[in-house]
Each structure stands twice: as structure tokens, then as C-alpha cells.
């Protein structure tokens, strides 16, 4: 089935506006001269860490601990993770070190 150029033009004008509705709508509910409610406020503190432990449930979901080798590339670049985080305190290098670490385990030590 193939869209019309209206059709086409449709979706991506409302891909577009939600997009835009998106960006803008926090900054039309809390402009800078009102405080924002407590809830918003709690939601920033806690959302960054509940998605990070989301994505490392996400990313060990498929890792087969009964059988060779046993997770231990993934053990070993979240260990990688923490240690550059405790160290530098840098999300960016905490998370392309173990990136790195990972991929030159599972592709060289491991493979």
C-alpha cells in the first residue's frame, strides 16, 4: 500500500508538531518565574537512574549465565563502568569505556 503525497505530507506534519509539542510544553507549564510542583521536581531527580536500571535490566536480559561464558564480558564491562564513573565522574567515558571494553571482549577475548 502506498501513501498519497497528501497523506505523506499529513504524517509527517503531525510527526512534526508532536515533536514540537514536546519540546515546547514543559516550558509553557514551568516557565523560569514559577516554581514547578514537587512531583516534577522528584520525577527529574529519580527518572535518570530508574531508566539506567531499566537499560542494564534491558541489556543482561539475554545474557545465557548456564553457559560459556557465563556473562562474564558483560560482569566485566559494567565493572568497567563503575570503576570509570567512580573515577572520573563522567557519563560520557564511563559509558564508551565500557562500550569499548565490551566490544573487545565479546569480538577478540571471548569469540
Known amino acids: ?34 516554581e514547578p510542583p514537587a512531583v516534577i521536581t522528584d520525577l527529574g531527580k529519580l527518572l535518570p537512574a530508574a531508566m539506567m536500571g531499566l537499560l542494564v535490566v534491558y541489556c543482561l536480559k539475554g545474557v545465557s549465565w548456564l553457559s560459556a561464558p557465563h556473562g562474564a ?20 567515558l564511563s559509558i564508551a569505556g565500557g562500550t569499548a571494553v565490551y566490544m573487545l571482549l565479546v569480538q577478540v577475548v571471548f569469540a
Open 1 to 34: 500500500m502506498y501513501l498519497t503525497p497528501l497523506q505523506t505530507m499529513g504524517i509527517i506534519l503531525a510527526v512534526a508538531a508532536g515533536t514540537q509539542l514536546t519540546r515546547w510544553l514543559p516550558f509553557w507549564l514551568f516557565p523560569e518565574s514559577r
Open 73 to 92: 564480558p558483560e560482569l566485566i564491562a559494567i565493572a568497567v563502568v563503575a570503576v570509570l564513573h567512580r573515577w572520573r565522574d563522567n557519563v560520557l
